[in-house]
């Protein structure tokens, strides 16, 4: 038993679930971007382990990239104010591009990202997220690709973190209200 599985309520999606719905929306991505090669741009930190596992079901060329933005605080809200604190490394002018999300929540954070992408005029965007939490949606943007849609529960595991911890947990489970400080009236 891993340590951090005491603060875990219950999971969600185990490891076989994960891979599964993964190997699936590696063929989707396949098929959509036939006979391009798109640039995957992923947004760090919590994309890491989606994003290391689906381009292993991709079937076509493809690029990578990474942008880190800062926007979360811990246990605090976000306060909508974003900033960019690693840039991308490639040009993607007249590109396409895939933008591999973990999670969208308010998407205020992704908007941000995807309003700053289209500002350098490339080709297409597309969001591919792992998972979606659409009742916390402040910002609406598009989803292409999704893995799950989940509860407006506080999830941890497969690249999610809480204060930078549980990302390393190989499914995603419900962290308890206790731990995070966001106890259910």
Known sequence: MNELDRDIVRVLFDSEAIEKRVSEMGKEISEA???????????????????????????????MDFIAVSSYHGTQPT???????????????G???????????????VGYILRNLQARQPKSIRLCTFLDKPARRIVNVPIDFCGYKIPDRF???YGLDFLQLYRNLPYVGILKDQVTGLEKT
């Open 95 to 109: 590109r396409e591009l895939l933008v591999i999300e973990g999670i969208v929540d308010t998407g205020m954070t």
């Open 155 to 157: 999830v941890v595991g």
């Open 33 to 63: 971007y036939k006979g391009v090669v798109p640039i995957l741009v992923g947004v760090l930190k919590g994309c890491i382990m989606f994003m290391s596992d689906l381009i292993k079901h991709i079937k076509i060329p493809l690029k």
């Open 79 to 93: 306060s909508g104010a974003v900033r960019i604190v690693k840039d991308l490394d490639h040009v993607i002018e």
